[in-house]
């Protein structure tokens, strides 16, 4: 029931630390109970996505110590339970992951369909095939798939499209697969790299992560390891749009500047100076923006999960942009919230359209999920006068602390606590 007070045109400038990737840390964790010896997982982001896995993997009788606020010590080799909990599926779309670690572990899981931000149909028809061509059986009942399997084999498995959480998923299964999987049509998303590259450490044989065809060797059990999750790129992309809109300049630090290549090359076509070392990225920019072209795609394309963000900082551009929205069909959803702030944009189809120069004026706004809630965080900062944000809930899923890392770099931010 928190909301978000922000008043903004105030530029933000200074250094902000960005957190694990919550989409790799939300991977990670699901993949380290199928793990026989102890994990260490370090740079976890504290967001709730990743409060809610730990319940998750509590409940089936995992032992979770946070050593530290970013670092957890897993030791899943009590779990003696495959049946996952609604609501705690219902809370983030993650829990998907589940499925794979159940079935490659224990031949055995009852996952119930989950949940996460709503935009549009979000099927998970393309996991459960490939967890068939293994060898399982999927029956949906009463809102839940139960897998099975007596032995998982190795497949040569086509996807449709390049869906990240299929090919995690499947990947995870496979490792435990006799023989050899091959997954075609793979997403190359950063996060698939880093839940290879810490399945690897753990003992399995994958290989290809990142490209479009992924190798997995099956192996006969998995040990433990210590492992560091990746930085955030939407977070780092989060904080450069914000930055950008408000004539700011911000170094963003801890991070992989490659895994931002479609977000900077954009930003730069608008006219912000970037300049890059081996581990940060500074932004710097005077708020004059030119207008340009976005066009959502799987990586190394420009990231739907920035789409809502930067459609935003498009309104301030001297000119019409188009946005177009390539992975998920409804994601345009939050743009009628944006609206009652001042920003003019159009929906055609997978297209929006704005003919830039909006002047956003702060009011009071309901975030319908993660990004949309970011998207109006941003637009607040450079609003005129006070912007009040609802359904903060969304945000806190994933974005680690964001109203005090705003607050260093100059914002006036503050959540208001209600209760009930
Ligand atoms: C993941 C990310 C999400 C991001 C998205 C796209 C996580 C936890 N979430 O979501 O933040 O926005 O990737 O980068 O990592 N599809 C099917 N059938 C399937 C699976 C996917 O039709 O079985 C379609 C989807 O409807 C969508 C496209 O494939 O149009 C891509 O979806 P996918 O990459 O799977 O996204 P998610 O894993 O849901």
């Not at 903004?8 to 793990?35: D, E, H, M, Y």
């Not at 630090?253 to 954009?266: F, G, Q, Y």
């Not at 931010?413 to 209600?418: A, E, L, N, S």
């Amino acid at each position: 029931m928190d909301y978000i007070v922000i008043n903004g045109q105030k530029p933000l400038n200074g250094t902000v630390n960005i957190s694990g990737a919550k989409n790799a840390a939300v991977a990670i964790l699901p993949a380290a109970i199928a793990s026989n010896g102890i994990c260490v997982i370090d740079n976890l982001p504290q967001i709730e996505d990743v409060t809610t896995l730990i319940t998750a993997m509590e409940s089936f009788g995992a032992q979770c110590t946070l050593t530290a606020p970013d670092t957890l010590v897993v030791d899943a080799r009590g779990v003696n339970s495959w049946t996952l909990d609604d609501k705690l599926a219902k809370n983030m779309r993650a829990s998907y992951y589940f499925m794979g670690a159940l079935l490659g572990k224990f031949k055995e899981a009852v996952v119930p369909l989950p949940g996460g931000c709503d935009f549009g149909s979000r099927p998970i028809d393309y996991h459960l095939k490939g967890f068939i061509a293994l060898g399982a059986t999927c029956v949906q009942e009463h809102g839940a798939v139960k897998i099975k399997a007596d032995k998982l084999r190795g497949a040569n498995i086509y996807l449709d499209c390049p869906s990240v959480g299929a090919t995690i998923n499947i990947m995870i299964a496979a490792v435990f697969a006799e023989g050899t999987t091959i997954i075609e049509n793979a997403a190359k998303e950063p996060h698939v790299v880093d839940t290879a590259n810490f399945l690897n450490k753990l003992g399995a044989k994958i290989g290809g992560a990142g490209t479009n065809t992924i190798r997995i060797t099956g192996v006969s059990a998995l040990g433990g390891g210590e492992y560091t999750v990746i930085p955030d790129p939407i977070e780092t992309g989060t904080y450069m749009i914000a930055a950008a809109i408000t004539g700011g300049d911000v170094t963003v630090e801890n991070i992989i500047p490659k895994h931002m290549d479609s977000v900077t090359a954009k930003l730069r076509e608008m006219g912000c100076a970037i300049t890059e070392g081996g581990d940060w990225i500074r932004i710097q920019s005077d708020s004059t923006l030119r207008p340009c072209e976005i066009k959502t795609a799987y990586y190394p394309g420009f990231p739907t999960d920035l789409q809502p963000q930067m459609a935003t900082l498009l309104c301030r551009a001297n000119g019409t942009s188009t946005i177009t929205e390539n992975i998920f069909e409804q994601r345009f959803r939050y743009i009628g919230e944006l609206k009652r702030l001042g920003a003019q944009l159009k929906v055609e189809g997978r297209m929006a359209v704005t003919e830039g120069d909006c002047e956003f004026t702060g009011t009071r706004v309901i975030a319908s999920d993660l990004r949309a809630g970011a998207a109006l965080v941003i637009a607040g900062l450079c609003a005129k006068g006070e912007t009040i944000i609802g359904g903060v809930h969304h945000l806190d899923r994933g974005y680690e602390k964001f109203e005090e890392k705003f607050r260093t770099l100059g914002a006036d931010i503050k959540r208001i606590q209600r209760d009930g």
